[in-house]
């Protein structure tokens, strides 16, 4: 039986997501989830709305939330989208700013997502190659935002972690059109700023960032993110949201998540010392590890037997996330290697002694 799909989506992949095993007993990570719980005010917050807010519509502007991280970035709350995740900000911003034909560039390797929103949206698509050092040339960037409607870039870059200069994305602001920094992982950064790039003239306005509350705040279980960009856009970018896209008990919980920055600093701590004694140690076994302003380790074995390392710490139950990426810029044409989330140091304790069965067995 046929049904009436569209040919774009039928011929696209889509984006495919981390494992998310159901049962107990796994050591996670996969997918850069924060391994300690949210603050408890979240969760007298979700207690809260669950029992006196579900039987009406949400405030559709989720206004609270909007004056709450306002505050935070020093900024008016007109700045602030409220979002279904901030992939949802994502797709917000392509619905808003692209037509069929436009062109959207990001660089490669980094989050694919970028291209099955280009690809739903019947948007063109061109990747910044980023060379063995995680840079790309002047030259390409030149000629790239001379063409490009939207270029998306993570900062801190996933899966590498590294962190681009203002001076280096501002290279990338489109001569017509608006660059996106998606800010994922901005808190794990070695400086995290509060939304300063928006005032810098080099970017005249045209600039849209993106946050989570999944990683830093503990609540990727909620979906909730926020873009923070000019009024002006910003009001257009709310007629091309969902009516109701932030439901009543995640407005609640990420309004008291980054309501409460003690609870989330004391949690990004922990996670930054035990990324410096990861670091230590898989160099110890052989490992290059990229220096990471995320919640992640981007690594590579001297072995280069990646899948295999992959494989062996799956059968002893430790997610790790091995991502490949080819044509990526790189001599050989092509980089895999092994994404590991900063867990605690007890699920990391596990990974060490899991990855050294393994690299026994290679």
């Not at 306005?205 to 990727?220: G, W």
Request: charged letters at 20%.
């Amino acid at each position: 039986m046929s049904f009436p799909v569209r040919n774009t989506i039928c011929q696209i992949p889509g984006y495919t997501p981390g494992e998310q095993p159901q049962e107990s007993g796994w050591v996670k990570l996969n997918t850069n989830e924060n391994p300690y719980p949210p603050s408890p005010r979240v969760v007298e917050a979700i207690q809260q709305a669950a029992s006196s807010r579900l039987n009406i519509y949400p405030d559709a502007l989720a206004t609270p939330f909007r004056l709450a991280a306002a505050e935070l970035f020093d900024l008016d709350p007109d700045w602030i989208l409220p979002a279904n995740g901030s992939d949802e900000n994502l797709t917000v911003i392509v619905r808003t700013v692209c037509d069929s034909g436009h062109l959207i560039a990001y660089p490669y390797p980094s989050y694919v997502l970028y291209e099955a929103l280009a690809q739903i949206q019947d948007c063109r698509l061109e990747r910044l190659l980023l060379n063995e050092s995680f840079a790309w040339s002047p030259e390409d960037a030149a000629d790239l935002r001379k063409r490009s409607r939207l270029f998306f870039v993570p900062n801190p870059n996933s899966p590498t972690g590294n962190v681009w200069r203002a001076d280096l994305l501002a290279q990338l602001l489109p001569d017509d059109g608006l660059l996106v920094l998606d800010e994922a992982y901005a808190d794990f950064m070695d400086s995290p700023h509060r939304g300063k790039l928006l005032q810098d003239d080099r970017f005249d306005r045209r600039l849209v960032i993106t946050r989570t509350l999944s990683k830093s705040y503990s609540l990727a279980g909620i979906r909730f993110g926020f873009s923070i960009a000019h009024p002006d856009l910003t009001s257009q970018m709310q007629k091309a949201k969902d009516s109701y896209n932030c439901d009543a008990v995640s407005i609640a919980a990420a309004t008291a998540a980054i309501q409460d920055q003690d609870w989330m600093l004391s949690n990004r701590a922990k996670i930054l010392a035990t990324r410096g004694r990861l670091a230590t140690a898989l160099t110890d076994l052989g490992f290059a590890v990229y220096d990471s302003q995320a919640n992640f380790i981007w690594t590579q074995h001297v072995s280069g037997r990646h899948h295999s390392i992959y494989l062996g710490l799956k059968q002893r139950r430790v997610l790790v996330r091995y991502m490949t990426f080819p044509r990526a810029g790189l001599n050989d044409g092509s980089m895999d290697g092994l994404r590991i989330t900063i867990g605690t140091d007890q699920e990391i304790d596990q990974l060490l002694t899991a990855l050294q069965e393994c690299l026994t067995d290679l």
